[in-house]
Structures are given as structure tokens and as C-alpha cells.
């Protein structure tokens, strides 16, 4: 849609005819704008415009790109995990990261997973799930976009694509004014959902926080989360495209480590990837950006991770079994021969070495390495690589009704907010609570 759409939503009244009382109807109509066209700033859209349907309330979007939800697209690999059943109020801290547990359950508690599927399915779409994991039936995360698209029609929510803002200013007498490059627009309520830089090229995606810091809010500066980790290491490039089953540590300042996670985890030529990876990423994100020193230690074989004494018992058989043979006898089907060979190299044995008493320090430290492999981590991907990003708006300057605290009429949702979640439909659940009601607001 283009900018041209906006003459017969603004345009002004005509003298003498303001008696009627269709005119009066039309003057006492609340315009609601939200600014970003992505699933909290849809979200929103669609419960102001059901919100205020009785009273032929106007609700407008708008857009930088040239189509809304293009990121919606992309989610669950294209599949659009749009929530998750797995998710426990008891467990809320488990989830999310950036705000007070308290505060998360009491907005979650006004808007859950549940109600998220009851929503979705009142619009006519249907969905699956596995393991938790609910995505569309269809299996494309087009249909969770056009699900959206066809109710804010229903509701007769317009849509300003290609819409670029130039600044947002409040008025004196209440509402906010909206500067584009083609006119200026006026909201007696804004709702700012303009997303954050992850998934962006460089430069881009960073709007909402200047219009946030702008009207006087406080932004905790954004990092790269939900994203894989570059380490340190010259053998990176000969480890790169395995996937294995593994468990990582992430230790920060050489402390306790902070936390763990156990899945299949993919190994690049720069570092590690995968879900647990992306799952500690925030930390590693974080830690770095405060200047403290983050390892990574890598559990090849998590099988053993609850027996040491079996581990050392196979690694003591193996061996013995193995006296007079090769280091690929010793060695073999334990895990990806790959990563066996950039063991055995860190540790001064080639593949064809005889597995002998006098080497057998040197064939501990790698089953060693198996079990605790230690890595530095330099630094994370850039945003253009992440999922979603830590920092933001803190939930401190808003109600729970996403509305801002310094001004009336001021509403948050999404990404711009301070909160971020683990991989599994998390991060979408918070767009959908946090547009829900920002918009009901």
C-alpha cells in the first residue's frame, strides 16, 4: 500500500457539516498507530482493532519494509513455531532472561500459550504439535502470516508499507505526532513494535530504540542472543559441518560455570552452533560486551556425564584391548572421526600411532579432552546472524498494560522490550503476549 491511502484517513472536516452526527461519531473516533509491521506489532493491531470495533475506532500500521512479517517468515526454519505447551508459570525464569520472574508471570498470566491457541484457532487457523513445539498444520510459517493478514482486513486495520519516519514527537494536548516523509500523522495512542537489529543487515533495525530513548526512556543497550559462539583455535576449519550429540558449559571470569545445555550441537569453521549454543549465547553475549573472559567446555560424550568411574572404566577396557593397535582402533565409534583427529593432534598422536605404556598419558589427556574440551570464546555473531536480542526498554518503564510510564497513550511490545527467551516458540509467545496487550491496552 502506498503513502496516497492516507488522504481519506486524515483528511480535514469540512466547515458547517461537523453538526452531524456521523461527523461527531467520525471527531470522537480514537486513532491508534502502530509503528512496525512484525508479529507484536500485528498482534497489537488486531486487539486495538477488536478492542475498539464498538466504537469504529481507526488502527493503522506502519511499516518500514515493502511487505509486513517478512520475520515471521523465517521462524522455526520457515515453520513458524508459534508457541509452546511445555510452558510452566513455575518455571517462567526457565524461559526468559531481561526482566523480574514476578513481572513476567503476572503479564503471562494475562496472556498465555493457551490463550495464544485459542486466538490463532478463532481465526480459522489449525495447528500441530510435537514434543511442545506447536507450529501451523500446514508446516509454513506463511500461514501464521496470512492467518494474521486476513483478520486485520476483517477488522479493517489499514497498512502503511514502505512507510519510512522521520521522528515522533508528543503533543501538549495529548497523543503523539508522527513525522513521515510524506506528511505528518496523528495518534491520540502510538504503540512501538518495531522489532530489534537481530536477523538485519548492519546498521538497520535499531529505530525503535531512538524513538524510545527520544520520549525519555531508558534503553539497555541491545546484544546479538539465540545466535553460535566464535572460539580460538587454528583446527576449527577441519571440524567444520559435524553435528554430535553433546552437552556445553559456558564458564564466565573462570567461575562456577553459569550454565548448560545438552543437544545436537554443529561445528563451524569459526566455533560452535546449534541449539544449545544458541540457548547460552545471551550469557556469552553479555559477558563479553562487560569485558570478562568466557569458556566454553564442550562434553563430547554427555552419556557419561552422570558416571565418571564408568567413563574411566570403558576408557581403561578400550585401552587395554587396544595395546599394539592404532590410535583409529582405539579411538573408533566414539564419536565423529573428525573430532578425534583434531584431538589426537592437540595432543601430539597422529590417526596410524600404536597405542603403547609410553604414549598412554598423552591417549588419557584426549579421552580427557572427549569428556572436557576447552575452548575460548572470542566473541558472538553480529545481529545479522542472531534470532533475537538482549537488552532493550526495561519492563520497569512500563505498566502491565505496555504503557509507558512517562507518557499516557505510549505503549511497548516485542523485541523492543527487555525481555528475551530460549529457542521453542518463546520469543514468539512474547511478541504475541506483549501485542495482546499493549493493543487490549
Known sequence: MGGRLWTDIWAPCVPGCCGTLEMRNMMNRRKTGIIGGGA???????????NGKGAGDEVVVLEKKERIGKKILVTGNGKCNLTNLSF?????????HGAPEERLHGLFARFSSEDTLKLFHGMGMLTTSREGYVYPLSGQASTVLDTLRFELERL???????????????RKKGGFLVRT??????????ILACGSPAGQKAGEGMDGYTYAETLGHRVIRPRPALTALRCEGDFWKS???????????????????????????????????????FQLSRH?????????RVQARIDFLP??????????????????????????VLFC??????IILALLKRNGLRLQDTVEEGNREKICRVFSDLRDFQVRVKSVNPFGNAQVCAGGVPLSEVTDRMESVKHPGLYFAGELLDVDGRCGGYNLQWAWTSGFLAGKG
Open 40 to 50: 507484536s506489532g500485528l498482534m497489537a493491531a488486531i486487539a486495538a482493532a477488536d
Open 88 to 96: 510452566s508459570m513455575e518455571k517462567i525464569g526457565d524461559y526468559y
Open 333 to 338: 565409534g566414539l564419536v565423529n572421526k573428525k
Open 156 to 170: 479493517h486495520v489499514r497498512v502503511l508499507t514502505e512507510c519510512r519516519i522521520l521522528g515522533i514527537e508528543p
Open 284 to 292: 556469552a553475549s553479555c559477558a563479553l560486551a562487560e569485558g570478562k
Open 239 to 277: 571440524l567444520a559441518g559435524v553435528r554430535c550429540s553433546a552437552s556445553v558449559s559456558l564458564f564466565i571470569s573462570e567461575k562456577e560455570g553459569c550454565c548448560r545445555e545438552e543437544g545436537e550441537l554443529q561445528l563451524t569453521d569459526y566455533g560452535i552452533s546449534g541449539i544449545p549454543v
Open 181 to 190: 516523509e510524506e506528511e505528518n500523522l496523528h495518534f491520540d495512542r502510538l
Open 303 to 328: 552419556s557419561f556425564a552422570d558416571s565418571r568411574k564408568e567413563y574411566e572404566r570403558m576408557r581403561e577396557q578400550k585401552i587395554s584391548a587396544c595395546l599394539g593397535r592404532s590410535m583409529e
